[in-house]
């Protein structure tokens, strides 16, 4: 009776000799080996592969390229020393039809050239600029996503406290040249229903009971296009959202600075088409700002379900105030 023989291993030893390749392959990491140029110039780069050999579809992409690669970063302050942050950045170009593909990791090494820099929208457009050139691409654009902290005082006992903003920084690059920067910011703040404050009021005079309007924790995400030689801190947005919805979140809270938020709440309550308002307002008014679009969520207290808007400023080719979804603004 026979015995059928094992199939053969590349890389291990077997109980059976006769099943042993004439050579195992070599298994071990090399940490002496050193790259020589001509090493380098025998690798295979898939930059240098025919075109005949894209899959699928051969149409061109919008985007392709890296995201949420993460390094510190410096950005500047108005009045004070650069703040060091950690920062997720998204980096893309466009890709013809005719090409394969990119090398990606020209985008991270276009970014690491500028690492010392401090940073800002204008940085970002030289950054957006030099990796379109070194890819050789039509468009390009970059975001860097970051949580950006500022001192904040409490209402009346004057204590401090670090609120800190969802930021993101976003350079578009065209073929054509041009250049958009945006700045996305998230404001939380809170939110009371002028219907249920009627409401509790009607149940105090009319039948003596005691009620309690609802309010909720609510966000505005607002994003900014700026006019071609305009800078706009942080600082500034949040406090365009402060002037305008009010009621912002409390870092740090003592029993006058809960009273004092009760009464602020009380002077300014808001349905969410409100607050979209009031944001527009503010925005409407800065010359700086070229282009906007605020979004907000009351995430109710009443309700199973939240109450939104969107609003944006409305000039041809802008922003459109089209939310893809609105459950993004949770917080």
Known sequence: MSTLLKPKMYLHQTDHPETLSDVLMTRN???????????????????NAAASHIQGARVGIQQVGISNFRLPLKFARPGQDPLVLEVSVTGTVSLEA?????????????????????????????????YRETIDSLDARIKLSFSYPILQTSLRSNLEGYQYYDVAFEGILNRDGDFRKIIHFDYVYSSACPCSAELAEHAREVRNIYAIPHSQRSKARVRVALSEQAEMPIEDLQRHCLTALQTETQVMVKREDEQAFAEMNGASIKFVEDAARLVY?????????????????HLE??????????????????????????RDLIC
């Open 29 to 47: 990491y090399d940490k002496n080996f050193k790259i020589s140029p001509e090493y380098r110039e025998s690798m295979p780069d898939m930059q």
């Open 98 to 130: 005719s090409r394969k593909g990119i090398n990606m990791s020209r985008i991270m090494r276009s970014f690491y050239d500028y690492k010392d820099a401090t940073f800002s929208l204008d940085i970002l457009q030289e950054i957006v600029e030099h």
């Open 281 to 297: 307002e503010q925005l409407d008014a800065d010359p700086r700002i070229l282009d906007f679009e605020i979004a907000c969520a």
């Open 301 to 326: 207290s009443l309700h199973s379900h939240d109450a939104v808007s969107m609003i944006a400023k409305g000039i041809p080719g802008g922003f459109t105030g089209n939310m893809e979804d609105f």
